[in-house]
């Protein structure tokens, strides 16, 4: 495994970790089925709120 591997594969998991990668998954599926996706900005304000309103567990 190459040093370009490690970093990709770090650089994934640290998108994956910070929400970052879910941007991107939600722009894939507007694609795929057709809908215009909402701005950056209410993405991550219905996010935001979602984990508001609907708790999960977590640590604090």
Same mark, same amino acid.
């Given at each position: ?15 994956? $970790?910070?929400? !970052? /990668? ?13 809908? !215009? ?6 993405? !991550?304000?219905?996010? $935001? ?7 999960? /567990?977590?640590?604090?």
């Amino acid at each position: 495994m190459t040093l370009t591997d490690r970093l990709s594969g770090a650089w994934r998991l640290l998108r994956q $970790a910070t929400g !970052e /990668a879910k941007w991107d998954e939600y722009l894939v599926r507007c694609e795929r089925e057709g809908v !215009e996706p909402m701005s950056r900005r209410a993405f !991550e304000r219905h996010r $935001a709120d979602e984990k508001e309103h609907n708790p999960q /567990a977590r640590c604090c």
